[in-house]
């Protein structure tokens, strides 16, 4: 599922949205057990929080809303990540 485009080795960062989805959320078990990273891309919920708490806890490296990726700079938030 994740090598679908390109192979993909230990320490690379994949992006997605609908990380709420159940397809989403194994998506970022999977990369997780790989050795990946994952950027995911959420809804903006009142709820929203608590569904970032949950896809961290699944293993999630960051999660942003898509009001948050609105803004210009994108490449701050990320941090340190390749």
């Known amino acids: 599922m994740l090598e679908g485009f390109v192979a993909l080795k230990l320490g690379d960062t994949i992006v997605q949205n ?14 997780r057990m790989r050795g990946i990273h994952s950027i995911n891309i959420i809804r903006d919920k009142p709820e929203s929080d608590k569904i970032e708490e949950k896809l961290i806890q699944l293993g999630a490296n960051k999660v ?5 990726l609105e803004v210009k700079g994108v490449k701050n938030p990320l941090g340190d990540m390749p």
């Open 18 to 31: 609908g990380a709420t989805s159940i397809l989403g959320q194994c998506v970022i078990q999977l990369a």
């Open 64 to 68: 942003f809303t898509e009001s948050e």
